[in-house]
């Protein structure tokens, strides 16, 4: 798939209805992408939080909530909560965080006994429609972990390509970017990403083709590593970028949207179903691709 239009077309093809539970559903912002992902058709809302408020909010944004389920619950954790558990009991296939703060909601995503944890870990997979690359990019960890480990890079690896398994990407191509793309002791990043490379190498990281240390420009710019002399198979034709830590990550999500105008959605993968975590700050369009992208990376979670 190189489109979010082809990820919304997907989504619908499949046969079986889908649910989404919104934790603390009284956000105008929320409701609004929800509003939208039901009018298309991608999903039925299950809306939990406080009704009255949840009301009010929908009806600012032109929600007609006829045939909406709503969970009343006023309390944002014991609403986070319910959230969850209706995903863990299989009544809706993923979960998206409404108007409760992070942390309160991860707490419930990781409960023992109704929450969806797995030993897997928790990782940001980002996915970009740029109009300067020909194919959908998947970028991650921008948003969950801080510094990780070279343990910690495989798993979210193996996050990442639940979600490129869903789009369709039978081995995906892997940069590990660095500042430089040579070895140097001084410079861990660039250490964990030739482990990386020699691990998928021999078949230890599987579904991929792992290249590094690249720097950003050589992933994704043929040309750009061609004047550098690299001849690899990933470089100008990355499918996933593996950032060395959360602060390269952030920023680097932030300059493709701000800076490279591209479309973006969000999913958090490692739990058992997709978690849809958005900002304040994204617009109405990535939360509705952010929705589209979790509900198609239901049949590969």
């Known amino acids: 798939m190189k489109s979010f239009k082809e990820i919304q077309e997907k989504v619908l093809s499949m046969q079986e209805q889908k649910y989404i539970a919104v934790a603390v559903a009284q956000d105008e912002e ?3 992408a929800i509003k939208g992902a039901r009018e298309l058709g991608l999903a039925e809302p299950i809306l939990v939080g ?10 600012n944004v032109g929600f007609n909530l006829n045939g909406v389920r709503i969970e009343h619950e006023t309390q944002a954790d014991l609403a986070a909560r319910k959230a969850v558990a209706l995903v863990s009991s299989g009544q809706a296939n993923i979960v998206m ?4 703060g992070t942390s309160p909601f991860l707490k419930a995503i990781l409960d023992k006994e109704i929450g969806l944890r797995t030993d897997r870990i928790l990782s940001h997979v980002a996915v970009f429609e740029s109009p300067s690359y020909e194919k959908l990019l998947v970028l991650t960890d921008a948003a969950m972990n801080i510094a990780p480990g070279l343990n910690e890079k495989v798993k979210i690896i193996n996050n990442a390509l639940v979600v490129t398994q869903a789009l369709g990407i039978e081995i995906a191509k892997v940069a590990p970017v660095c500042a430089v793309e040579t070895v140097n002791p001084d410079m861990p990043a660039t250490v964990d990403a030739a482990i990386l490379t020699l691990m998928s190498q021999r078949g230890q990281i599987k579904g991929t083709i792992i290249d590094g240390p690249l720097a950003l420009d050589n992933a994704v710019s ?3 590593a061609r004047h550098k002399g690299i001849k690899s198979p990933v470089a100008g034709n ?4 593996l950032c060395p830590d959360i602060e390269a990550g952030n920023m680097t999500y932030k300059a493709i949207i701000y800076l490279g105008k591209a479309e973006v959605a969000g999913v958090i993968i490692g ?17 509705l691709n952010s929705i589209a992208l979790s509900l198609l990376a239901c049949k590969t979670c």
């Not at 965080?97 to 409760?100: A, F, P």
């Not at 990355?238 to 970028?241: E, K, N, V």
Request: without cysteine.
């Open 97 to 100: 965080k409404g108007l409760v």
């Open 30 to 32: 929320v409701l609004k």
């Open 50 to 59: 406080d009704e009255k408020a949840i009301r009010e909010a929908a009806h």
């Open 222 to 224: 043929l040309e750009a």
């Open 271 to 287: 739990a058992k179903a997709p978690i849809v975590l958005t900002s304040r700050a994204d617009t109405y369009i990535s939360k």
């Open 238 to 241: 990355a499918d996933i970028i």
